[in-house]
Structure formats: structure tokens, C-alpha cells
């Protein structure tokens, strides 16, 4: 695998209408998400120009994963939609506090017409998780929060990552999430991810 990182509007058109067609196959085709996603396309109001995007390539060039970078300072997912995730505590504000969300490591095969995508390994998971995290340094951020499912935090437990609950998992239209702190200044963390 290989991977692009850019802002929205350091993606060409192209690339973009691959990755939103991506996460819409995801999101909506293989995790069933209930989202508005016009002509076959997962775009919404986080995506804009201050959106910044890790996109996990196969040697075909065909997007594999992808990961969605917001600054707290802006309108965000956690903090308009899910704000009960934090249960009472203060949702984050700061420049050097990033989202992450739309992260997918999942292969969606190449028949276009049936696709019956697989996730991909925990290592290509971790991977990706990598990628966007130094994308996430480099741009400023010290600590990274998300909606994740539970099933995450074992994840990034068993590869090091110094992750924490931010409130108590919640059952959401059928799925377990909880809000999820990364600290990006711990050293195993730096280490991992260089």
C-alpha cells in the first residue's frame, strides 16, 4: 500500500470522487450507515477546505482505506452529532486537538458490479492509523479524538497507542461507540508512528 494526504483542495477532482465513492461503498454498502450520500458519493459538511485526508492506495491505484482530519477549532463530528459521547465533559476546542473520522481499512475487491469487500488486516489498520497520525503531527496536532466503535480500542491497545475512553460507551442506532482519546506526544506513539 501507498498513501496520499492532502487537503480538500489539494486533492484533484479525481481523487476526490474516488475516495468519497469509496467510503460511500463502505459506510452505506458494506456497514449499512444510514447517510445522505448524493450520485453514490459519501461527502458532507466536514468535508470542506480545511479537511485533510490520508488515502491508502493498492498497486492498481485503487483506494483501500482512507482517514478524515479535522481541527477541533472547526465544526466537527463528535461535537455536533455525538456530543453525548463525552457525557458532560467539555468538547475539545484547540488547534493542536484533531479529529479523526471515515477511517476504513477495507478492501473492496474488483468487481465493481458485486463487490463482497473484506476488512483488512490489523497490521494495514495500523498502518493507515500511522499514516494519519504523522499526517495529524505535522499539521500541529498533540492529541487526536474520535467516535470510534468499541472494537477500536482493542485495536490500538494491542499496537501501542496510548488511547483512552473520553465517556462510557453508548449504544447508537444499534452500534457501541464511545469517544476516543489518541495522545500523540507519548514516545512509544512518536516511535511507532515515524
Known amino acids: ?8 483542495t489539494q486533492l484533484n477532482q479525481s481523487e476526490k470522487n474516488q475516495l468519497f465513492k469509496y467510503r460511500h ?7 449499512g450507515w444510514e447517510l445522505e450520500t448524493p450520485n453514490g458519493l459519501d461527502i458532507d459538511q466536514y468535508d470542506h477546505e480545511k479537511t485533510m485526508y490520508v488515502i ?6 485503487d483506494v483501500v482505506g482512507c482517514a478524515r482530519l479535522l481541527p477541533t477549532t472547526e465544526p466537527y463530528l463528535l ?7 463525552m457525557e ?8 493542536d486537538i484533531w479529529e479523526i473520522s471515515r477511517f476504513s481499512a477495507f478492501d473492496l475487491g474488483t468487481d465493481v458490479g458485486g ?3 473484506h476488512q483488512f ?4 489498520a495500523i498502518e493507515l492509523l500511522r499514516a494519519t497520525i504523522q499526517c495529524a503531527i505535522r499539521r500541529g496536532a498533540k492529541k487526536i479524538i474520535s467516535v470510534s466503535p468499541i472494537g477500536i480500542e ?3 491497545r494491542a499496537a501501542g497507542f496510548a488511547a483512552k475512553r473520553a465517556g462510557s460507551p453508548k449504544n447508537i442506532d444499534g452500534h457501541s461507540l464511545f469517544a476516543c482519546w489518541i495522545e500523540l506526544q507519548e514516545p512509544g506513539v512518536t516511535e511507532a508512528a515515524a
Open 121 to 124: 488486516s490489523s497490521k494495514a
Open 88 to 95: 458532560g465533559n467539555d468538547l475539545p476546542k484547540s488547534s
Open 115 to 117: 463487490r463482497t469487500g
Open 79 to 85: 461535537e455536533e452529532i455525538f456530543p453525548e459521547l
Open 1 to 8: 500500500m501507498h498513501y496520499v494526504s492532502g487537503s480538500y
Open 25 to 31: 461503498e463502505v459506510f452505506v454498502g458494506q456497514l
Open 154 to 156: 482493542r485495536l490500538l
Open 56 to 61: 491508502a492506495k493498492n498497486d492498481q491505484s
